[in-house]
């Protein structure tokens, strides 16, 4: 799986929107980008996923950029239940195991 | 429908003893992942199962450790002579093992050894 690299840390104010930024500039043509989160102390949580689309659920969107060597995950509107540590994967279509990095731990501040 | 369940959420067991952690996977899914998150860390891959077969278990420690999906039942997660460095979170997660690499995740066990 490409490796993946983010930024260590990062506050954001509530009811603003976060973007996370995420660089896998080694991602492959049959590779998709995920992001999960885990809450302190939970399972870690799926958030979403793309190949090369942007792609938008009920908690977030995802910005692929043309090249696919980065991506961006933005949480619209942020609120302190979103404080976690978010996770940017890159890894093939199924049955993968997961590869976790160090990931971004996200502050939201009131 | 259920998501992921792991039990026990807390297992405190002393030195030498074995630790068995089950994991019942959402219904319809037959795929099944483990992980660890040892104090302080991130989490690491340990193995993945479908029923009966483990398929890739390239993160599992090559001694006393481990791990089984049967046809019937949960996912056992088996550590023998536990030692101190075991101490961790562990966290399983299934998927349908379809099309898409989404896993859910279970709210892990946490493994103390005295």
């Known amino acids: 799986d490409a490796k993946t690299t983010q930024p260590t840390s990062m506050d954001c104010a509530e009811g603003r929107a976060a973007n996370l930024p995420c660089n896998h500039s080694?991602?492959?043509?049959?590779?998709?980008v995920y992001w999960y989160r885990q809450i302190h102390s939970q399972g870690p949580q799926y958030i979403i996923h793309g190949l090369k689309n942007n792609e938008t659920n009920e908690m977030a969107s995802l910005i692929i950029t043309e090249d696919r060597k980065s991506s961006t995950l933005i949480l619209p509107h942020a609120t302190l239940r979103d404080t976690a540590v978010y996770y940017c994967i890159v890894t093939k279509a199924a049955g993968n195991k997961l590869t976790f990095g160090g990931g971004t731990r996200v502050l939201v501040k009131p | 429908n259920a998501g992921v369940m792991q039990n026990p959420r807390h297992l405190v067991r002393r030195r030498g003893q074995e630790a068995r952690l089950r994991c019942s996977p959402m219904k319809g899914h037959s795929h099944v992942y483990w992980y660890r998150q040892l104090p302080e860390e991130g989490l690491k891959f340990m193995v993945y199962l479908q029923k009966e077969n483990i398929i890739d278990e390239s993160g599992m420690p090559k001694e006393r450790f481990s791990a089984e999906f049967p046809k019937e039942g949960p996912s056992i997660l088996r550590i023998q002579q536990v030692v101190r460095g075991d101490s961790a979170a562990y966290f399983c997660?299934?998927?349908?093992?379809?099309?898409?690499?989404?896993?859910?995740f279970g709210p892990g066990t946490r493994l103390t050894v005295l």
């Open positions: 080694t991602i492959s043509g049959n590779e998709y």
């Open positions: 997660a299934s998927s349908p093992g379809s099309f898409t690499n989404e896993q859910f």
